[in-house]
Nanobody, 118 residues
Framework: QAQLVESGGGLVQAGGSLRLSCAAS????????MGWFRQAPGKEREFVAA????????SYADSVKGRFTISRENTKKTMYLQMNSLKSEDTALYYC???????????WGQGTQVTVSS
């Protein structure tokens, strides 16, 4: 499995922006899809966004469409999540993941905390 490390989380005011990064190492050749998930306190983990290996196909949760942008740089083995117009409901622990598909993510990072103050 690949090793994934997230960074870029923090505290931001509502309406602000953050950029999350996910650095991959190890066995990455089978991560055809990479994505971001999040889990807020007391809630189940939910899908946020995903991107295919070539970066041509992206998918977003309805709650973040138009505000978040996912991208990846395979030469750097890094994936990003640009988050704009942040809302308090975006507060969560954000995880990056990789695998054969969105439903079969095999590698997970430890998470990076995003807190949006209103």
């Amino acid at each position: 499995q690949a090793q994934l490390v997230e960074s870029g989380g923090g505290l931001v005011q509502a309406g602000g922006s953050l950029r999350l990064s996910c650095a991959a190492s190890g066995r990455t050749f089978d991560m055809y899809v990479m994505g971001w998930f999040r889990q807020a306190p007391g809630k189940e983990r939910e899908f946020v966004a995903a991107i295919n290996w070539a970066g041509e196909i992206t998918s977003y949760a309805d709650s973040v469409k138009g505000r978040f942008t996912i991208s990846r740089e395979n030469t750097k083995k890094t994936m990003y999540l640009q988050m704009n117009s942040l809302k308090s409901e975006d507060t969560a622990l954000y995880y990056c993941a990789g695998g054969a598909s969105i439903a079969t993510m095999r590698s997970w990072g430890q998470g990076t905390q995003v807190t949006v103050s209103s």
